[in-house]
């Protein structure tokens, strides 16, 4: 019988799932994965809202034109769903005992923390402080739009309905707040380039 040349004690079926939970941890501990993966949200957000205005230039997103509320607030749930990466990837970073390896490894699990969508209590995780109370109440305006929208033709509470309306500076209003914690988080993925952790370094 030939030699196993990689060891008698060596198994696909494990070196499988080495790698799988190897990436795993990666992506959910590096800053640039949520950068990426936020990047690409705003750019579709961008993208819909730009057919949006193009195509019902309208000022506010409402009935009775629901093709025309229905496109907008899709935009919005986009731009604040990037938020969200951005903001998770900063608290990923600043919280590194949320995503550490030894915790990844032992639960095989997506860190609780993480699995929020108020983007004003991942805004406080994250260190980021709002710049006025308007960009406080957008985001929570934006965060019930993350929640409902592409769920729900509507929000689960009727009482959610008027502030499902956005307006034309509500989407610059998140780009603001977006490019602020983009900066932030381009900074963490840079840092965490140039001195990577142990693990990435044997990997």
């Not at 579709?44 to 309208?58: A, H, N, R």
């Not at 969200?84 to 699990?109: C, F, H, T, Y």
């Not at 957008?138 to 499902?164: H, Q, T």
């Not at 034309?168 to 780009?175: I, M, P, Q």
Request: with cysteine; net charge negative.
């Amino acid at each position: 019988m030939a030699e196993n040349p990689i060891g008698d004690g060596w198994n696909l079926d494990d070196e499988f799932s080495r790698i799988t939970r190897d990436q795993f941890i990666k992506q959910v501990t590096g800053p640039a994965h949520w950068l990426f993966c936020a990047q690409t949200l705003r750019r579709s957000g961008q993208i819909l809202w730009d057919v949006y205005k193009k195509e019902f230039p309208t000022p506010v997103i409402s009935f009775p034109k629901p093709l025309d509320r229905s496109m907008g607030a899709h935009a919005q749930g986009l731009l604040g769903l990037a938020i969200e990466n951005l903001l998770k990837g900063l608290i990923v970073w600043n919280s590194p005992e949320i995503a550490s390896s030894s915790r990844l490894v032992e639960d095989g699990e997506f860190p609780r923390e993480l699995g929020i969508h108020n983007l004003q209590v991942l805004a406080k995780r994250a260190q980021v402080i709002a710049q006025s109370d308007s960009s406080t109440a957008y985001l929570d305006r934006i965060s019930d739009c993350v929640i409902w929208m592409g769920r729900f033709v509507v929000p689960k509470n009727s009482a959610k309905m008027e502030d499902s309306e956005f307006r034309d500076e509500d989407f610059e209003k998140g780009l603001v707040f977006y490019r602020l914690v983009e900066a932030m988080v381009v900074q963490a993925a840079k840092l965490r380039w140039e001195s990577p952790s142990p693990n990435e370094l044997s990997s």
